[in-house]
């Protein structure tokens, strides 16, 4: 009985079940049994729940051929002990109890200690393996080369010194706040990971301050954190009555404070967040003030234009107030100031014109009047519906059929020029007849890709590289690269038609994962009108819009 109350009084102090204690103990005598009667030997131990007797036995398996005599035994044998025993049983035979010694003791008790160590961190483990994002109070137990163990109670857990707030010294007994961000079981037991510099944080932090965020009236989209420093946290609320900025802000700053105080007077700007990424953008460069935004899509990046007063206010401190906007809405923003976005309109305007000056023989004013209705390549006005190009001011019919033909004119002798080059360069028959330019064909035999074989044996990123971004994107290439393996048999139709499928899929899959999720044309209209220059946000027109995409 002596061994029931042990386990009972074990049970207790560490808060785990009495049977995992007994089954330790079981353990613990059936190692002892084994270094008695030998380590080769099945022996097993139990433990009566009940009256506390132990068992203890050794274990024979039935076969038919025996591998191992010490806890093996043949179907003949088994059977003048046991008549109806059967392949697979085991005897069972009973050995007298065991008296203790001193080493016993000892390695019995290290097998206790152990196994209970083993339930009480699995215990940890299944305690803490779902709190995974909740905050969590302890105390300081230790702290070693800015790493803190925090005594939580029931377990402990470590807070790493780059997982703390700079400026944060922690003593023995300190008591600390802290955010789980990880559970996980490794040999020595679970490991529990805090941070006090995790975005997360600072969510949950307002989420307990805030009544409104409990309650899923007020939700937080986002949050950027330089620790220590500043913060930025994007809310929105689900309740037009309600201002998100104003409840987080609560009276007289008293919510936010709160927030503050516990993050060793962190400044943190609250903004409202909003679908639309430009007015989100403008959002997040609070509290400097932006004049206008050019949007690029596909590189997901964002052109923010501030008056040259704003500049550094919009940059801020080592750049910190650009990188958490950046940070806080997933785009890539460059801040030009209204000076230097002048100046390289200007340029552009310029590089323009004189492209259209020398290709189309054409004065200044034609040139200027072309640029500023949208035309940037010559190739527009040579295939464009000439109804378009009489629309420009000033231009009549036969103004825009001879720019027409002066644009057809000049591509054609670039083309021979190409022919030409890409001819000497040597440049295969097969590869010419490949859907490609003259132009391409000519980078490529400068690149000295001259055989289909050759040009086939690129990779996707190659061949946008050889031939530029801005004549096809790296899809479009894989594409092209495909359809040359097959020209040249390297791979046959079906799978073609299956990378061709698989290519498309994972495409229009990015677009959708890119494209807004309830964002109506007529509304990205209004809010692009809202933010870009009026002058330039004639979106119906996809000449004028292109310039500002």
């Known amino acids: 009985m002596e061994l029931l109350h042990v386990a009972d009084a074990v049970s207790r102090e560490k808060n785990i079940e009495r049977d995992a204690v007994l089954e330790a103990l079981e353990m613990a005598i059936q190692k002892a049994g084994r270094s008695k009667y030998g380590l080769e030997h099945d022996i097993r131990a139990h433990i009566n729940r009940k009256s506390g007797a132990i068992e203890l036995a050794r274990y024979l398996e039935v076969v038919d051929d025996v591998e191992d005599e010490h806890t093996q035994v043949d179907i003949a044998t088994a059977r003048r002990k046991k008549p109806d025993a ?90 600390i706040r802290a955010y789980i961000y990880d559970v996980r079981e490794e040999q020595r037991g679970p490991q529990i990971f805090l941070s006090r510099s995790h975005p997360d944080f600072m969510a949950k932090l307002f989420q307990m301050e805030v009544p409104e965020i409990y309650d899923g009236i007020i939700e937080i989209k986002a949050v950027a954190r330089d620790p220590g420093s500043r913060a930025k946290i994007a809310v929105i609320s689900h309740d037009s009555s309600i201002d998100p900025v104003g409840a987080c802000v609560g009276m007289r700053g008293s919510r936010v404070q709160a927030v503050v105080g516990e993050l060793a007077g962190e400044r943190i700007d609250i903004i409202p967040w909003s679908p639309e990424p430009a007015t989100f953008v403008v959002n997040a460069l609070a509290p400097a003030e932006v004049a206008k935004v050019v949007m690029d ?34 785009w890539d923003i460059d801040i030009l100031t209204e000076q230097e976005e002048s100046d390289r309109r200007t340029a552009e305007m310029a590089q323009r014109s004189q492209l259209f000056m020398d290709a189309l023989d054409v004065d200044d004013v034609i040139a200027n009047l072309l640029v500023v209705e949208g035309f940037n390549q010559v190739e ?33 002798e670039q083309d021979r020029i190409a022919v030409r080059e890409y001819t000497e360069l040597g440049v295969s028959e097969a590869l010419r007849q490949f859907d490609l330019t003259p132009m391409m064909l000519v980078k490529l035999g400068r690149a000295e890709v001259r055989t289909l074989e050759d040009f086939a044996g690129l990779a996707g990123d190659e061949l946008v590289e050889i031939l530029g971004e801005d004549v096809l994107d790296e899809d479009e290439a894989n594409l092209i690269v495909m359809q040359a393996r097959l020209t040249v048999g390297w791979i046959t139709q079906e799978e073609f038609e299956e990378m061709r499928a698989t290519a498309l899929a994972e495409s229009q899959a990015a677009e959708d994962e890119q494209a807004p999720a309830d964002s109506p044309v007529d509304e990205v209209r209004a809010a692009a009108e809202a933010v870009f220059d009026p002058a330039l946000s004639d979106i119906d027109s996809p000449r004028q819009g292109a310039i500002e995409q």
């Open 86 to 175: 059967e392949v697979g049983e085991f005897l069972v035979d009973p050995l007298p109890p065991i008296d203790f010694g001193r080493i016993a003791a000892q390695t019995a008790k290290q097998v206790i200690v152990q196994r209970v160590r083993e339930v009480e961190r699995a215990k940890q483990y299944q305690e803490y393996k779902d709190r995974k994002g909740e905050i969590v109070n302890g105390l300081v137990k230790r702290v070693e080369y800015g790493n803190v163990t925090v005594d939580l109670g029931r377990a402990e857990a470590v807070l790493r010194r780059d997982e703390t707030l700079p400026r944060e010294h922690y003593k023995v007994g300190d008591r």
């Open 297 to 330: 899509d596909d590189d997901h990046r964002i052109e923010v234009v501030v008056p040259d007063d704003q500049l550094s206010l919009a940059i801020g401190r080592r750049g910190q107030n650009v990188r958490l906007a950046s940070m806080l809405t997933g």
């Open 380 to 412: 527009e006005i040579a295939f464009i519906d000439l109804d378009e190009l009489t629309e420009v001011e000033g231009f009549d019919e036969d103004i825009a059929a001879e720019l027409q033909q002066r644009a057809r004119s000049f591509l054609e």
